[in-house]
T-cell receptor, first 110, second 115 residues
Framework: DAKTTQPPSMDCAEGRAANLPCNHS???????VYWYRQIHSQGPQYIIH???NNETNEMASLIITEDRKSSTLILPHATLRDTAVYYC???????????FGTGTSLTVIP | GAVVSQHPSRVICKSGTSVKIECRSL??????MFWYRQFPKQSLMLMAT?????????EQGVEKDKFLINHASLTLSTLTVTSAHPEDSSFYIC???????????FGPGTRLLVL
């Protein structure tokens, strides 16, 4: 079962930072937070993941609160191609399964 | 990066026939592959976990005799929808990972339409 809560939809102006929140209040100490996105009619695309430290890669930054009960995915300069459904998933390292929640539909507006 | 392919990308079949969908990891060996189903405007639902050389593990509510999974090698898993009916029409997506702690890499999906 999905263990995350995300807002169903968000808008962001093109060129601005998109900040997508995720609540995972029941996360345990050995569970990672993963972010994927799905553009319409395609398979999900990996974005980033982390355990407790903030992470950054070429696509995004992941900010995890100190208590690990929530996180924020940051797309620093959103483009129209970032319009997609963004999924936040928690996953136990010893098990492989991903259980997707409902995600956030991000629309980047010109 | 890791690439996962699916074949076919879309298929239309008649009710009562069986359809096989292939999932391949192209540039890595996948110890585990997963099959998901996604209905329009809904999230992905995990159907089963497939390990090479062993029987698949199905999620609760997924009929193992209807959705046959074979994971014959470290780069290929197949999903066969047997005796397909219109309610089986959906977007089927596979994913693969290289082992514990690795992220999953998803295929592009297969759209199945049963008439």
């Amino acid at each position: 079962d999905a263990k995350t809560t995300q807002p169903p939809s968000m808008d962001c102006a093109e060129g601005r930072a998109a900040n997508l929140p995720c609540n995972h209040s029941t996360i345990s100490g050995n569970e990672y937070v993963y972010w994927y996105r799905q553009i319409h009619s395609q398979g999900p695309q990996y974005i980033i993941h982390g355990l407790k430290n903030n992470e950054t890669n070429e696509m995004a930054s992941l900010i995890i609160t100190e208590d690990r009960k929530s996180s924020t995915l940051i797309l620093p300069h959103a483009t129209l191609r970032d319009t997609a459904v963004y999924y936040c998933i928690v996953r136990l390292t010893l098990y492989n399964q991903f259980y997707f929640g409902t995600g956030t539909s991000l629309t980047v507006i010109p | 990066g890791a690439v996962v392919s699916q074949h076919p990308s879309r298929v239309i079949c008649k009710s009562g026939t069986s359809v096989k969908i292939e999932c391949r990891s192209l540039d890595f060996q996948a110890t585990t592959m997963f099959w998901y189903r996604q209905f329009p405007k809904q999230s992905l639902m995990l159907m089963a976990t497939s390990n090479e050389g062993s029987k698949a593990t199905y999620e609760q509510g997924v009929e193992k005799d209807k959705f046959l999974i074979n994971h014959a090698s470290l780069t290929l898993s197949t999903l066969t929808v047997t005796s397909a009916h219109p309610e089986d029409s959906s977007f089927y997506i596979c994913s693969a990972d290289r082992g514990r702690g690795e992220t999953q890499y998803f295929g592009p999906g297969t759209r199945l339409l049963v008439l």
